[in-house]
């Protein structure tokens, strides 16, 4: 496989050559699920150094964009993992001490914007999703944990509803370091029937298509969280914590 590669070109070879298979992937030139040369042919084509090769396919893995075959050294060309690539932000994010207060302004972005497009956009299994996350939500009304769990399906339940990848992309990063300090609020303040409340709200703006509705009943209760961090004494200008379980 001949690759583009430039001698004069400033980048480190393994760069080019990373970001010339990218390309070739991108462009759809190599499939998910096709093999590629092994490591030795591609330097030997391409006249460079194995190690070179190696590099370059390294970084490729890391981007989710090669993969291994099970018990075999062979490569193959995979479709990233969304989800997973997304949630690699969560380290980076902590390590950098981005406050609560950040994370809190960043949901407060995403999911509104969620609501309005999961009202234009939803669908009957959508609404039935949600209809099943808020009866189980009135059944645990006693159960603050549960109620967490409940609370990061529903807003999931409505990204999906939104049928927009990249919200459900930029989204799993923040939900994963918003939540540990929901549980905390959960714990330490009576919160249940203003969340159910906000919760049903948001679900009959969007089973109406009233978008307008929607994204106003998520921001109050995106809002309405805030003041219940503040109620709990909690400090929202601290740095984030690394979510239980986390591999960033």
Known sequence: MKLDLNPDNDLPVFRQVALALQKKILSGELEPGQRLPAETALANEN????????????????????????????????????????????????????????????IRALDPVA???????????????????????????????????????????????????VIQ?????????????????????DAADRMLTAHEKILQAIKWGDAEEAKEWMIKHLNDFRKGYELARLDITKPAAMPHGAIG
């Open 47 to 106: 006249s460079i150094h194995r190690s070179t090769v190696r590099e370059a396919i390294r970084s490729l893995e890391q981007q989710g964009l090669l993969f291994r075959e099970e018990g075999q050294r062979k490569l193959c060309v995979s479709r990233p993992d969304t989800q997973e690539l997304s949630r690699r932000l969560v380290t980076p994010l902590v390590m950098n001490g981005v406050t609560f207060e950040e994370v809190w302004e960043a």
């Open 115 to 165: 609501a309005e497009a999961a009202s234009k956009r939803r669908s009957a299994d959508s609404i039935r999703a949600l209809e099943d996350n808020i009866a189980q939500t009135r059944d645990e009304m006693n159960n603050p944990d549960a109620l967490v769990k409940l609370d990061i399906e529903f807003h999931e339940l409505i990204a999906m509803a939104a049928n927009n990848r």
């Open 169 to 189: 992309a930029l989204r799993l990063p923040i939900s994963d370091l918003f939540y540990p300090s929901f549980q905390t609020v959960m714990n330490n303040l």
